[in-house]
């Protein structure tokens, strides 16, 4: 299959849809092989705008959510991000190409065996500046705080107040709240004052944790 090809036809199709606005946006998605994160038998759709199971009954976000996501929490060059929900590797592996080499992301990943195939996959994709921690990612990760941004790629009841508490002033924070079907949510901090925002609606798989489900 032409991987290229279908990589770069995908980026003219979220581009067109409206998805993709930035250029560090579409130059992140055009450098990163989205087949390497797949397991074998899902490597010839590695391009559809479409979930893919990865295991443990567990998802690879569709492209397009990845990319809404990316824009929305506007990430910057040498930021340090906290990614929960690590899957294959692949939304972090995005963003790794967005901060850039000074920049870094802790990604926390709760299935032991997930966590082990994102960091293979991230090392098969030459990718430095992502480290896999496997833990609750409801709790954060403390050890590394505090974060320019925090995402999650699951459905959580709330916001997780560890969360909140590891988010730099100013941050952006995003979290789908709902239980699977869900709100894309954005909290952004700034000057010790919290606003929200609404996105739209989109579907996770749960988290699951002292603050999830």
């Given at each position: 299959m032409d991987f290229e090809t279908e990589r770069k036809n995908l980026v003219e199709s979220l581009k067109k849809q409206g998805h993709i606005k930035t250029k560090k946006v579409e130059e992140a998605f055009l450098k990163t092989p989205r087949e390497l994160f797949l397991p074998e038998n899902q490597k010839q759709f590695a391009y559809r705008d479409t979930p893919l199971q990865i295991g443990k009954n567990q998802t690879i976000s569709a492209p397009h959510m990845v990319a809404i996501m990316c824009e929305e929490l506007d990430i910057l060059k040498g930021q340090k991000i906290l990614e929960i929900g690590s899957g294959s590797g692949y939304h972090a592996a995005?963003?790794?190409?967005?901060?850039?080499?000074?920049?870094?992301?802790?990604?926390?990943?709760?299935?032991?065996?997930?966590?082990?195939?994102?960091?293979?996959?991230?090392?098969?994709?030459?990718?430095?500046?992502?480290?896999?921690?496997?833990?609750?990612?409801?709790?954060?990760?403390?050890?590394?705080?505090?974060?320019?941004?925090?995402?999650?790629?699951?459905?959580?009841?709330?916001?997780?107040?560890?969360?909140?508490?590891?988010?730099?002033?100013?941050?952006?924070?995003?979290?789908?709240?709902?239980?699977?079907?869900?709100?894309l949510t954005i909290l952004e901090k700034q000057k010790g004052r919290i606003k929200k925002r609404n996105l739209g609606n989109c579907a996770f798989v749960p988290l699951v944790g002292k603050h999830g489900f």
């Open positions: 995005i963003v790794s190409n967005i901060v850039g080499e000074k920049g870094h992301i802790y990604t926390v990943e709760r299935f032991p065996k997930l966590a082990k195939q994102a960091e293979e996959n991230l090392n098969k994709a030459n990718i430095t500046n992502v480290t896999v921690k496997t833990g609750d990612g409801s709790e954060g990760l403390k050890e590394y705080a505090s974060y320019d941004r925090i995402y999650v790629t699951c459905a959580s009841p709330d916001i997780p107040p560890p969360l909140e508490e590891q988010l730099k002033d100013p941050g952006k924070l995003m979290v789908p709240i709902g239980n699977t079907f869900c709100v």
